[in-house]
């Protein structure tokens, strides 16, 4: 009966389930795996957030009418209430900042996991062997034994040499099949998604340990030495559990520069293999690893900086005075609104002593008569049904760029090619081929203009595009653009700008 109680919690308060089972699920989770998930971002200021949603939402109409038809900013506010997004303020910007919740990444992740046992590969010999493989990796970790030890890299040592004596001989090795390779290949890219999740869980259970600290502080509970002995035992407390073992471990290995060079390499060589070339999503995710999981852990060093803020303003002898002045203000009148609650007196009791001026914001003057004007009445306007449809369809084949796209595919190229500084427009076009043709080239154009990358006119190239639909060959001549390696630092923090 215990399992039974904690399932019926879980699915009477879980912000998970009601995820799951809210009406607009479906388009919940579209919209926030495309914002968040298969863009990278971490988190997004709220005008960027709602300029997205109110996109998404009227390419939805376009197929279901009736689709999300409420208030944009009320989908916002109710899906940050419902715990699906993360409301915050950040000290680098003036505006809200939105992310996902460990419960909207739990979401994401159950079904991506249901969908892809419905229609992808499941890999049962792989898992089997990973489990193998992870359990003897923990007896031979666990044991303290010099004969075991000993014993097992003898094993590996004999095995080592066959494999050295059967290259040398010229006799066959065995080497994976193609379904292997598909099948090891989907399961890293399924747990590469599940670390990534994990980080909201492990920045939420970060906040936790920050908030009882600011709680007990606001509560001035005990003296200033004991408040400041609990936030340093809590600090000490998320380095030491194992949350925070794990992740110090993580943070050290990925943030070595060895680390991260032989990550990248076998990473290189695995997109490389032929087997798994048709899967090209997973491919570009695997691609995005490094760079992916710099950031996430980023924004978990920054949770735990905000921490050690909270200990400094420990210190400060004023910020406790203050504290604590206003909590027992708060507390004298509940007590004295606690006494008057029965019996309410019929004159004055509150006497406020200060020296600042008091006025009612809702004064005003007053009324006056406004000033009439004739105004004409309207004349009468006649509609060009003809050249209204051809305006219509002239802006219905508009095509949008959206800028935020090309700067963080130029960002996303700097970062897979780590060993240059600088990077040609050509380069780009070939990694990533335009889609909306010569506009596209204007956009990169642009993009270069305003962030100050070299331009150079007398240098000028020749670029090729070809419609995906006729196949149709075009030739353009640009100018030289180079993006240089500061370009990728600098990308993040410039508001996406139009064309001028």
């Not at 998404?56 to 009418?65: K, S």
């Not at 950040?90 to 996902?100: K, R």
């Not at 999503?281 to 909270?310: C, F, Q, W």
Request: hydrophobic share 35%.
């Amino acid at each position: 009966m215990q399992q039974l109680e904690k399932y019926q919690t879980f699915f009477e308060a879980s912000p998970t389930i009601r995820l799951l089972k809210s009406d607009h699920a479906p388009f919940v989770l579209d919209f926030l795996n495309q914002t968040f998930k298969s863009s990278g971002e971490l988190s997004l200021g709220q005008e960027a957030l709602r300029s997205r949603l109110i996109v998404y939402v009227e390419e939805l109409h376009e197929v279901l009418p009736d689709a999300l038809s409420g208030g944009i900013d009320t989908y916002l506010r109710s899906w940050s209430d419902a715990g699906w997004l993360k409301r915050f303020l950040d000290a680098s910007s003036n505006e809200p900042q939105y992310q996902l919740t460990q419960y909207s990444e739990d979401t994401i992740q159950f079904v991506d996991l249901a969908l892809s046992r419905r229609t992808g590969l499941v890999g049962t010999e792989s898992r089997l062997r990973l489990v193998i493989d992870t359990l003897a990796d923990l007896v031979r970790g666990a044991s303290s034994d010099p004969k075991r030890r000993l014993a097992y890299l003898q094993q590996q040592q004999d095995s080592i040499q066959r494999e050295m004596d059967a290259l040398n001989s010229g006799r066959p090795v065995e080497v994976y099949k193609p379904v292997q390779i598909r099948e090891r290949f989907q399961m890293a890219v399924g747990l590469l998604k599940t670390l990534q999740g994990d980080f909201r869980a492990v920045e939420e259970r970060f906040h936790t340990i920050a908030r009882d600290v600011q709680i007990k502080q606001q509560q001035a509970a005990g003296s200033r030495g004991e408040i400041l002995g609990t936030a340093l035992d809590s600090e000490d407390l998320l380095k030491t559990q194992d949350e925070g073992i794990s992740f110090y471990a993580f943070v050290a290995f990925l943030f070595s520069p060895d680390g991260q060079r032989g990550l990248r390499e076998t990473i290189e060589e695995v997109t490389r293999l032929e087997s798994i070339q048709d899967q090209r999503d997973a491919i570009e995710h695997l691609r995005n690893m490094v760079p992916a999981l710099l950031r996430e852990s980023d924004k978990v060093l920054k949770t735990t900086g905000r921490l050690s803020s909270t200990l400094r303003k420990l210190l400060d002898p004023k910020t406790i005075e203050d504290h604590r002045r206003l909590t027992d203000m708060l507390r004298d009148i509940k007590q004295l609104a606690a006494q008057l609650r029965e019996a309410p007196p019929t004159h004055d009791i509150v006497e406020i002593q200060t020296t600042s001026g008091i006025s009612s914001p809702m004064s005003r003057t007053f009324w006056k008569q406004p000033q009439v004007f004739d105004a004409p009445g309207p004349a009468e306007h006649v509609v060009d049904l003809d050249r209204a449809r051809q305006v219509g369809a002239e802006l219905a084949a508009m095509q949008r760029l959206d800028f935020e796209k090309l700067r963080g595919q130029i960002t996303r190229l700097l970062d897979e090619l780590n060993d240059l500084d600088e990077l040609t427009l050509e380069q780009v076009v070939e990694r990533f081929p335009p889609r909306s043709g010569v506009l596209e080239l204007i956009g990169y154009l642009q993009i270069a203009h305003d962030d100050g990358c070299d331009i150079i006119q007398d240098a000028s190239k020749e670029i090729t595009l070809v419609d995906e639909k006729t196949q149709v060959k075009t030739k353009v001549r640009l100018p030289h653009v180079v993006f240089k390696r500061s370009f990728a630092s600098n990308s993040q923090s410039l508001s996406t700008s139009k064309p001028k």
